[in-house]
Each structure stands twice: as C-alpha cells, then as structure tokens.
C-alpha cells in the first residue's frame, strides 16, 4: 500500500499566446503527497503555484505529464469519476473578498457544493450541516442569512474553508489562503486549518510566497522558480541545510526576532525581476540571478536530483558531474554563527 495520495509527474502546463508565443507557466514538475500531511509549495509571485494547483484540480488541461490521485490519472477522468474527484479534492482560494459570490448568502454559499452533488435528503438537513459547518470553522449559524460583504477578510476566508469542506473531502489545496490577510488574522486562519487537519485527518497541498508561515504549517516543502522546483525535503531540513542559493535568498529574507543575530547575518537580496516564463534563461533559469552562477549553469539544466535522504534540488553546484574549478562547496550562508 502506498502512502502517497497525490503523485506530480513531469507536469507541464503551458498556454499558448497570440504570435505563436508560449508561456511555460508550469514547466515539468514531479514530487509526491503523502496521506494525512501538508505540502507547503512556495516561490515568487508569478512563478506557477497557482496554475500547478489549478491543473492538479483538472480545471485546466495538462501540456504534458500527469497527475495521478489515488491511483487515478486525473486528465483521464470520465464524467462521473470527475464528480467522485471533486467530492474528494478541494480548492480554497487566494482572494476570500472575490472567491465569494456577493449575491449569495452565506447559507447558499456553503450548500451549494452539497446541492450540485445531491448530498443531504432535505434543505431542513442541508441547513443543519451548514450550521455544523460554520461552527467547525469558529463562526456560528447566525452568520448563514448574512452577505459576504458583512463580514472581515479573516471570517471571509473562513467561509471559504467552510464551503471546501462541505463534501467531506480528504485532500484541500489551499491556494494562498492567508496572503490577502492582516498579519494578526493570518495565524488564526493557519490554525484554524491546522486543527480541521488533526481532527479530519486532511492532506493539504498549501500554496504560499512567503517561507515563514509555510515554515510552520508545512511537513515537506517544494521551492518553485520559475515554472520548475528547485529544490524539495522536510520543512526542517530545509531550514537548517538549505541547498539551493534562490532557497537561501528566500530564507534569508525573513527577519529574525533576534536584534543581534538580525543585524549581523547576511542578507542575500536578489537582483532582478523573475524572467518571463515566455522567453526563460537557458540552462538553469535562475542563473541570471544566482550570486554563484558558473558557466555550465548557461549551457546546461540542472538534473532534479536527491543529493541527501528525501532532498532533492537542481542546481549545478551539487552536480558531481560538473567539473568547475570554481565549484567549491557553496560560501553562501544566512546565519551569522
Ligand atoms: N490563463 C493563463 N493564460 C496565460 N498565462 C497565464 C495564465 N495563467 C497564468 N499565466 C501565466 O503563468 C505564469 C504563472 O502564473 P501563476 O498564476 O501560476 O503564478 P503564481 O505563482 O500563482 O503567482 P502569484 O503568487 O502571483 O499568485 C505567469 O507568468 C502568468 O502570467
Ligand atoms: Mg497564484
């Protein structure tokens, strides 16, 4: 038996542009959810998170490459395993002010899915399981005859976590779900998803750019640049041995609580804009950035890669076959230990 519950291969997604112009907006992606964890996926904006999580959903077709969820390879889906799909794989969205319709009560919203699935027998039973729903989520059932626009962002996203539930599903993918948040409700929302875990036993696919609030979330955590992960291992190890140098930079962009330790590390700040996804680099795509880059990183594309137990990158410098005088073990460093 296999634990994992959600296996990514070689995805592709590209869109196809006026003037014949393709962006490889998602550009051969592999790695693996396991039952019961959190996968945290991080990157810049604009990097291919949200179109990686929408073709997982099936909600666009893949270029190449597939997705298979327990056992099943999604695109190959007919009508009705699709609907016995999407019972069980959910979507919370970046934007809990546009996510909701705003005609809709908050009791429609959240039926709705129940209604197009014919769950519940009765409104009268499909009422109770909003009301269950809503007190799951730390609203109560005065809240059902309300408009979204009555409620905060942090109750807005709960609505929204509500409504993913409503089928019961085992697998969410959380698309930013606390990006557009005050930073005091962001935790709360994080929390909030980290007890429906526990006690639903729930596997998260959680999308994010910023490291710090996967940090805490997340058991493994694949870091996107530019249509393609760079680099992928538990959420601890990650943080002590970071491999990659973009990793580094992203990590190194959080600030520490600790003024001194704050002041004298190294602050590695990248310059430039991620390059378009219609024209990348050659070789590696994060070279044009990389404080390290070396000539081969032009010439060739890292191989993905498990350089240690269950961690993976792409980067030439942990490339044995490369032979680079100037291949030293990376300097790069974030501590100031
Ligand atoms: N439907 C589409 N048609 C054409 N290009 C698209 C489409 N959706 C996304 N893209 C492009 O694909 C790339 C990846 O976009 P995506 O929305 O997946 O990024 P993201 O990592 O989710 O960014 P953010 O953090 O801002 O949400 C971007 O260059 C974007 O412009
Ligand atoms: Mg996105």
């Given amino acids: 038996m296999t634990n994992k519950i959600l296996q990514v291969n070689k995805l592709k997604k590209h869109f196809d542009m006026r003037r014949g112009q393709v962006v490889k907006a998602v550009d051969g992606v592999s790695f693996d959810v396991n039952k019961g964890e959190t996968f945290g996926l991080v ?17 666009y077709e893949n270029t190449a490459g597939d997705v298979t969820f327990d056992g099943k390879k999604i695109h190959e889906l007919n009508v009705k395993e699709k609907n016995a799909f999407y019972r ?22 959240i039926a709705e ?5 014919g769950l519940y027998k009765s409104d009268k039973e499909r009422l109770e399981r909003v009301y269950e729903l809503l007190e799951e989520v730390g609203l109560n059932r005065d809240h059902a005859n309300r408009y979204p626009h009555e409620f905060s962002g942090g109750q807005r996203q709960r609505i929204g976590i509500a409504r993913a539930l409503a089928l019961d599903p085992d697998f969410i993918i959380a698309d930013e779900p606390i990006s557009a948040l005050d930073v005091s409700v962001q935790a709360q929302v994080v929390n909030l998803l980290k007890r429906l875990q526990e006690e639903k036993g729930l596997t998260f696919l959680f999308i994010a750019h910023d490291l710090s609030m996967v ?33 580094k930079a992203l990590l190194s962009a959080i600030p520490i609580p600790d003024p001194d330790i704050e002041e004298k590390r190294e602050r590695i700040i ?17 070279r044009t950035r990389c404080p390290l880059a070396m000539d081969v990183c032009a010439e060739k594309k890292p191989a993905w ?11 030439h410098l942990y490339d ?3 032979e680079d005088p100037d291949k030293a073990a990376p300097k790069l460093t974030i501590s100031s230990q």
């Fill in 270 to 286: 990248l310059e430039g804009e991620l390059p378009s996804p219609i024209n990348p680099p050659s070789g590696c795509a994060f």
């Fill in 113 to 117: 899915p129940m209604e197009v699935h």
């Fill in 320 to 322: 044995e076959t490369v």
């Fill in 43 to 59: 990157g810049e904006s604009g990097c291919g998170k949200s179109t990686i999580g929408r073709t997982i959903m099936g909600l």
């Fill in 305 to 315: 890669q498990e350089v240690s137990d269950n961690h993976y990158v792409a980067c």
């Fill in 88 to 109: 069980r794989m959910q979507m919370i969205f970046q934007d809990p002010y546009a996510s909701l319709n705003p005609r809709s009560t908050v009791k429609e919203i």
């Fill in 215 to 247: 940090k805490q979330i997340s058991d493994r955590i694949g870091v996107m640049y530019l249509g393609n992960l760079v680099e992928l291992t538990s959420s601890d190890k990650l943080y002590e041995n970071p491999l990659h140098p973009y990793t």
